[in-house]
């Protein structure tokens, strides 16, 4: 982890990704923002700084790109789970 820590509302959270969330995601998990995508890897910033999460542990987050919401456990035991896009861009 970085020595860098930031706010949610710093690193552009929102509150449709607020809604998203249950009580029990609040008091289990924390958000993640994903900041840089390799090829087998993702670095990702919260309130508890940064993360480098490894895609063969975490399968389901190859389809993440720089600008999304991750949902991580506490723990960091369960699968992340990536939050609904506010907007994106895609190409034609």
């Known amino acids: 982890m970085s020595g860098k820590h930031y ?15 249950t009580l029990d995601n609040l008091e289990q998990s924390a958000p993640y923002w994903v900041t840089q995508v390799f090829k087998n ?5 919260g309130e508890n700084g940064e993360l480098n999460l490894d ?7 190859q389809q993440s790109t720089v600008g ?8 960091q ?9 506010l907007s994106y861009f895609q190409r034609k």
């Open 41 to 45: 890897r993702l670095i990702v910033l």
């Open 77 to 85: 035991a369960e699968t992340p789970v990536i939050l609904d896009r």
């Open 7 to 21: 706010t949610l509302a710093q690193l552009g959270w929102k509150t449709f990704f607020n809604q998203q969330l």
């Open 55 to 61: 895609l063969a542990q975490y399968p389901n987050l």
């Open 68 to 75: 999304d919401w991750l949902l991580m456990s506490n723990t």
